[in-house]
Nanobody, 125 residues
Framework: QVQLVESGGGSVQAGGSLTLSCATT????????LGWFRQTPGKEREGVAA???????TYADAVKGRFTISQDSVKNTIYLRMNSLKPEDTAMYYC???????????????????WGQGTQVTVSS
């Protein structure tokens, strides 16, 4: 059974930084796509970043240059480092994971099979 558990959310002032973590269990696939989504009440969920099993990353335009997705394979943990945070980054952030089938692309807006419960990030101006 695959489980994703996020942590690290909180409140921060604009310009500040946060690092989100996502501990994974039961996700043991050789080729995969990992990522982060976010959602604000009343808005559609938005893919933020993605990382594939080859180490390639993609980012939404809104976070390019400010956010970094990474993983620690030993700890089975996915990270999202968020710098220069803005009030518009306020959202519930979800960790996601899925298989990467041959011929498919790992990108932040794709469908993912597995989702965490989310961690809230609030950025004040």
């Amino acid at each position: 059974q695959v489980q994703l558990v996020e942590s690290g959310g909180g409140s921060v002032q604009a310009g500040g930084s946060l690092t989100l973590s996502c501990a994974t269990t039961g996700f043991t696939y050789a080729t995969y796509c990992l990522g982060w989504f976010r959602q604000t009440p009343g808005k559609e969920r938005e893919g933020v970043a993605a990382l594939d099993s080859e180490g390639q990353t993609t980012y939404a335009d809104a976070v390019k240059g400010r956010f970094t997705i990474s993983q620690d394979s030993v700890k089975n943990t996915i990270y999202l480092r968020m710098n220069s945070l803005k009030p518009e980054d306020t959202a519930m952030y979800y960790c996601v994971a899925g298989l990467l089938w041959t011929g498919t692309i790992c990108e932040e807006g794709r469908n993912f099979a597995f989702w965490g419960q989310g961690t809230q990030v609030t950025v004040s101006s």
